[in-house]
């Protein structure tokens, strides 16, 4: 199994926060668990090159499978993942307000989205997305992508707004965030900093900050089992346990123990490996 992560060349850095590889082969294709992945701060690109996967909304139950290649927005609820016996998925995650810079799409549209990318970049995705399943190793795969982001980028006339730097903030935030102060930093008022900030990323700075938080906390559990839950709330910066909790409950549905709980039965889990990323 693998899990790894590769940062992008210095040329798509503007743009691109990490590459994610997840591949495992399960030699009993019938009892291969789900995985319930909690909302996390980012707007991605997923390309399937094998196996797909069949995704379940935990709140509003839709169902979508068999897409080869997936634009997300912000996800707003957990969403349970069944895959295959042979699961290979390279993940683009880009920066806050990348991919509205290069799509145009208000990011409000995509919340909860996880839709055909070929609807928005045509039959040349499904060629990557072909060269990706022929690639001998990640690294490959790495220049593959690359390739198609290069090209993506050089014909976007967006150019980077100083609210897509400080927006960046946010995401190395350990503490509460001051909107006012983030608003001056981009030059806008607090009003233009926050409608431009849900145009990018599909919700409010807060509730984005609210979502840094709650990944954070939920990582660090993954890294640190040993840690009991009220350390971890005060060293991801919670007033205390119960606002955890709320967190938790806001977008798990479940208590911080019992989301674990699910998480813990996990496809990577029966590798040894735990979601930490």
């Known amino acids: 199994m693998v899990l790894s992560e590769f940062f992008p060349s210095p040329a798509l850095a503007e743009f691109i926060r990490v590459y994610r590889i997840v ?8 009892n291969i668990p789900f995985k319930p ?15 797909t996967e069949l995704v379940e909304y935990d709140t509003s139950k839709k169902k979508i499978t068999n897409l080869k290649t997936v634009l997300m927005g912000q996800q707003l609820e957990v969403t349970n993942r069944f895959v295959g016996s042979d699961f290979l998925v390279f993940q683009v995650v880009f920066k806050p307000g990348a991919l509205y810079r290069l799509i145009n799409i208000p990011s409000k549209e995509l919340n909860n989205s996880y839709f055909d990318a070929e609807t928005v970049f045509g039959n040349t995705i499904k060629e990557v997305n072909d060269r990706l399943n022929d690639a001998k190793d990640f690294n490959v795969m790495v220049v593959v992508v690359e390739s198609f982001l290069k090209n993506l980028i050089d014909k976007t006339k967006s150019e980077l707004q100083r609210i897509d730097k400080i927006s960046n903030l946010i995401l190395a935030s350990t503490g509460n965030i001051n909107v006012d102060w983030l608003a001056r930093q981009s030059c806008l008022s607090t009003r233009q900093y926050e409608r431009n900030f849900i145009e990018r990323m599909g919700i409010p700075p807060k509730y984005f900050h609210r979502i840094v938080r709650f990944e954070n906390a939920f990582r660090m559990k993954n890294k640190h089992p040993e840690l009991d839950w009220f350390s971890i709330a005060i060293n991801c910066g919670y007033y205390d346990y119960q606002h955890l909790v709320k967190d938790y409950k806001e977008f798990t549905r479940k208590s911080p123990a019992n989301f674990h709980l699910l998480d813990l039965a996990s496809p990577e889990r029966k590798f040894g490996q735990a979601d930490t990323y």
């Open 23 to 30: 591949h495992f082969i399960f030699n009993d294709s019938k």
């Open 37 to 51: 992945y909690p909302p996390k701060p980012e707007h991605c690109l997923s390309f399937y090159p094998r196996n």
